[in-house]
């Protein structure tokens, strides 16, 4: 049975590419190939090499690069304790990589680092089929496989430009002694995208639409597509870069989408809470493609452990991210009937919001995080009511074995509404409609509800009727993004929260100033909480008979009451990480990130010149 693991396939893949040099190029070593490329078994087998580093799900043992929660907690949802995460300041003194996990992640920018070991190991795949495999292939095997090589090839230009804009473009391999080749400048964005552009086509056009279970096939492709693409396309139109590129992108987003939509072979399915604590996802509804663990093989994670109600979360959910949650009516809070709608503590908000805020948090104040607001997102109901979740394997350490859904239906759905909102808005494109409403926005809101949710009080969310949606359905709309557009970003915000999206949301809507701590003070705060009542063993005596540092935000955001061991009574308020302070203060060159020193000095000694990222 496959089970989704590639240790081994990994291994085969890297001994045939071998290894990179401090700039991590695209070299090439002359790897003795020439007798391993013979039929599609040998396709499969190097192409599955790919898996472990696109297709991550909650990564494996300790690994944090872009598993959710863990890899992804820099953003506008997240608060601190002491000083709040910082954007890169200044340019590093190196930004290559070796060890392709660390060479994913760089925190503040949620990417990989200035590494092109995987477009080699593309291009070599790619060259090799074209080359040696196939004159022994069949067309339709030639087609899927280069299909599979251009892909991977694509999503790894989507990343490295989403985190550095411009950047060296190769497609083809070269000799390492082709210092010319190794050693070009940047190829500026739109001519990097142009050829993402067409390798995404070729996929479109040629890749299986069935491979297998777990198999890459052109439904998942299209998932991603749909993803970079929406992300390409905003990109250009928010940040005023080309008008008709954003349209030709937006177009391909919505038209990868629509693929799967019309297929009918997945839908929204099963309660929230089952999507990400199942232990094994074979055969749900909403999931195109899932990583799978195995405790028998060996292979876990650490993220549900995170999550168990124990371990400490910092960082943690922040206040601007639970007032993002519509209320079961529909609305936003401070326009909903919802009795107690404007009641901002843990009790009133898991009763009176979108069920899915039920489905992330902890009922209840939970000291393990940073803020009071836990997150459980990534765990089953089972973990968090142990007494000690910690001592059952699969809640604890790396021996975690929930699976992960990589792509799945719903965001799907919402890529694809929100490229149709944003064609018709400023492109032509044809109206969004009350049907395209029902088909992703309410589909989400239709989920039913587990036991748990029923138990608590939680009710589903009121289905979006499109006419409702006018400048005065949400008072509190940031007033430069167009109301639906608007709803249908807090809708991704409430289903992808903590997952892949959401400082790329920010990156490509041109809004990271929701980051400012000054300008939005609900982002290093937690929810309204009664400390003597809710948490009194925060108001305990030290040891030495002093009191811990204790604050409250009143309603204001201004007036900050600390806890002095006589005024328990007063403790009443928005929660105040121990020690918050704001991050440093940013401009727009934090949309991409430096090049480092190292790496332009080593092009200057080769009497090559790297330029560095605009603005830095």
């Known amino acids: 049975m496959k089970k989704y693991i590639f240790t081994f396939l990994t291994a085969v893949a890297f001994m045939l590419t071998g290894c990179d040099d401090v700039l991590d190029r695209p070299q090439l070593n002359n790897p003795q190939d020439k007798n391993f490329w013979r039929n599609e078994t040998d396709l499969r087998l190097f192409g599955n090499g790919f898996y472990p580093n696109y297709f991550v799900g909650y990564n494996s043992g300790w690994g944090v690069a872009f598993a959710p929660l863990r890899g992804y907690n820099f953003s506008d949802d997240f608060a601190v304790t002491g000083k709040q995460t910082s954007f890169e300041n200044t340019v590093p003194s190196s930004r290559g990589g070796y060890k392709e996990e660390v060479a994913w992640l760089d925190a503040q920018n949620a990417g990989p680092t200035w590494n092109f070991a995987w477009v080699r190991k593309a291009n070599l795949y790619i060259d090799r089929i074209e080359t040696v495999a196939k004159p022994k292939i069949t067309e339709e095997v030639y087609k899927h496989w280069m299909a599979v090589?251009?892909?991977?090839?694509?999503?790894?230009?989507?990343?490295?430009?989403?985190?550095?804009?411009?950047?060296?473009?190769?497609?083809?391999?070269?000799?390492?002694?082709?210092?010319?080749?190794?050693?070009?400048?940047?190829?500026?964005?739109?001519?990097?995208?142009?050829?993402?552009?067409?390798?995404?086509?070729?996929?479109?056009?040629?890749?299986?639409?069935?491979?297998?279970?777990?198999?890459?096939?052109?439904?998942?492709?299209?998932?991603?597509i749909s993803r970079f693409m929406l992300f390409e396309g905003t990109w250009q139109k928010y940040h005023n870069e080309d008008a008709a590129l954003a349209k030709k992108y937006l177009e391909m987003a919505r038209d990868a989408a629509q693929l799967i939509v019309d297929s009918k072979k997945w839908a929204v399915s099963g309660e929230f809470r089952g999507l990400f604590g199942a232990q094994d996802l074979k055969g749900h509804k909403e999931v195109l493609l899932y990583r799978h663990y195995d405790a028998a093989l060996g292979i876990g994670h650490h993220v549900a452990s995170y999550s168990n109600g124990q371990e400490s979360q910092s960082p943690a959910p922040n206040l601007a991210l639970a007032k993002s949650f519509l209320c079961n009516d529909g609305k936003p809070y401070v326009n909903s009937s919802v009795t107690n709608a404007t009641v901002l503590?843990?009790?009133?908000?898991?009763?009176?919001?979108?069920?899915?805020?039920?489905?992330?948090?902890e009922s209840r104040p939970k000291i393990e995080s940073a803020t009071l607001l836990y997150a459980t997102k990534f765990i089953d109901r089972v973990g968090p009511s142990l007494a000690d979740p910690g001592k059952v394997a699969i809640y604890g350490s790396t021996t975690n074995t929930n699976d992960y859904p990589v792509m799945r239906y719903s965001e799907v759905v919402l890529n694809w509404i929100e490229a149709k909102a944003e064609l018709a808005k400023s492109y032509g494109g044809a109206p969004v409609t009350q049907a395209d409403i029902n088909t992703s926005i309410n589909a989400l809101r239709s989920?039913?509800?587990?036991?748990?949710?029923?138990?608590?009080?939680?009710?589903?969310?009121?289905?979006?009727?499109?006419?409702?949606?006018?400048?005065?359905?949400?008072?509190?709309?940031?007033?430069?993004?167009?109301?639906?557009?608007?709803?249908?970003r807090r809708e991704r915000r409430m289903e992808l929260v903590f997952e892949h999206s959401r400082i790329h949301d920010l990156k490509r809507w041109m809004k990271l100033s929701y980051m400012d701590n000054v300008l939005y003070p609900e982002t290093k705060l937690g929810l309204w909480v009664n400390l003597k009542t809710e948490v009194p063993s925060y108001l305990n005596p030290n040891k030495d008979g002093t009191f811990p540092k204790r604050q409250v935000v009143k309603e204001d955001m201004k007036t900050i009451i600390t806890y002095d061991g006589k005024n328990g009574d007063a403790m009443v308020g928005f929660y105040l990480p121990l020690n918050a302070s704001n991050r440093d203060g940013f401009t727009d060159r934090s949309y991409c990130a430096p090049v480092g020193k190292a790496q332009i000095d080593q092009y200057a000694e080769k009497g090559y010149k790297l330029t560095q990222t605009t603005l830095w």
Not at 154 to 176: H, N, T, W
Not at 345 to 361: C, G, L, S, W, Y
């Open 149 to 224: 090589g251009r892909f991977f090839r694509g999503y790894e230009y989507c990343r490295l430009v989403s985190v550095f804009g411009a950047v060296p473009y190769y497609d083809k391999v070269f000799s390492e002694t082709d210092e010319k080749e190794m050693f070009k400048d940047r190829s500026s964005r739109k001519d990097v995208m142009e050829k993402v552009y067409a390798d995404f086509q070729y996929v479109m056009e040629n890749m299986r639409m069935d491979d297998g279970a777990q198999n890459l096939n052109k439904y998942i492709a299209a998932g991603f």
């Open 345 to 361: 503590d843990i009790t009133n908000m898991i009763k009176t919001r979108d069920p899915r805020f039920e489905a992330t948090f």
């Open 447 to 488: 989920r039913p509800l587990d036991k748990p949710a029923v138990d608590k009080g939680v009710q589903q969310t009121k289905p979006m009727v499109l006419a409702d949606i006018t400048d005065a359905f949400a008072p509190d709309r940031d007033k430069d993004v167009d109301p639906l557009i608007w709803e249908i």
